[in-house]
């Protein structure tokens, strides 16, 4: 776990929530994905989120018939999250701590399960060595993540600013007062797939989802993601995972 990277989404999480404004449902980072081939059918399965953020994904895993606990590493993502499930009449437990330690116990949860947390985390094989832990023999682990490509490239020059080798911890100063700095982590996709197999796992897919036209794209909410590029490199990388 990195403090940095707590104290960041502790100070942040109202104005993500508030920006972000995401809908209840399985956010991907991309739209047109077939879920029900990803995840499919939820009815009476027990399923972790691991890093449920402001808990919309969450709430619509529950919604597909799924027992579903969420875990988190900020308190304050957790109280967006425990207001959305009441507002939606749901049971959901939560709990706050990191993905690279988790508080349950072995073969315990049919799906593992996230969207957009990974770059966050700075150690990838423990958390799927627990992910491997808590699921049951045949579990699947299914996760979208930002692309490694992306972060490397200027939004508005589209040139490759960085080399997509220089992998590890990385620093974005936010200038701002009170404000921790932004701290994410970078790796190869091979990185992420070589993980997925030291932990035990065997990657059943993986989806680059894009098109080469600007109009099939939206900018994001910050405007980090401009059509044009987005119509050069993915965005997403999405990956489903079997725990042999
Ligand atoms: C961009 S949000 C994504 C959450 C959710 N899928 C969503 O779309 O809002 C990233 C979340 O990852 C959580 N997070 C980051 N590192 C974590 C860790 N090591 N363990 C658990 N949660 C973590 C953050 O607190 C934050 O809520």
């Keep these: 776990m990195d403090r940095t990277v707590k104290a960041r989404w502790e100070r942040t ?13 399985i956010n991907w980072g991309w739209d047109d994905i077939d879920d029900e081939t990803l995840l499919g059918d939820l009815e009476g399965k027990d399923v972790l989120e691991l890093g449920c953020g402001g808990g919309q994904d969450t709430a619509a895993l529950a919604e597909r018939g799924a027992t579903v606990t969420g875990i988190d590493l900020s308190r304050e993502q957790l109280g967006h ?27 315990q949860f049919d799906l593992a399960f996230n969207t ?94 894009g098109s080469s036209d600007p109009g099939d794209h939206e900018a994001g909410p910050w405007g980090e993601s401009p059509p044009e590029l987005r119509a050069k490199i993915p965005r997403v990388l999405i990956v489903a995972a079997t725990a042999e």
């Design 13 to 25: 999480s109202d104005e993500f929530q508030e920006t972000a404004d995401i809908s209840v449902g």
């Design 81 to 107: 999250a425990t207001a959305l499930f009441d507002e939606h009449d749901l049971e959901i437990d939560v709990a706050e701590g990191s993905v690279t330690a988790l508080p349950f116990g072995a073969d």
């Design 116 to 209: 957009w947390v990974f770059q966050w985390v700075p150690d990838l094989q423990a958390c799927f060595e627990e992910a491997y832990r808590v699921l049951r023999p045949g579990g699947r682990l299914v996760f979208s993540m930002p692309h490694p490509f992306f972060s490397l490239t200027d939004a508005e020059t589209h040139k490759l600013e960085e080399s997509y080798f220089d992998t590890g911890r990385h620093v974005l100063v936010d200038h701002r007062e009170d404000y921790p700095n932004m701290v994410t982590y970078r790796r190869r996709v091979s990185d992420v797939h070589n993980a997925l197999r030291e932990a035990g796992f065997v990657v059943d897919e993986l989806k680059e989802p």
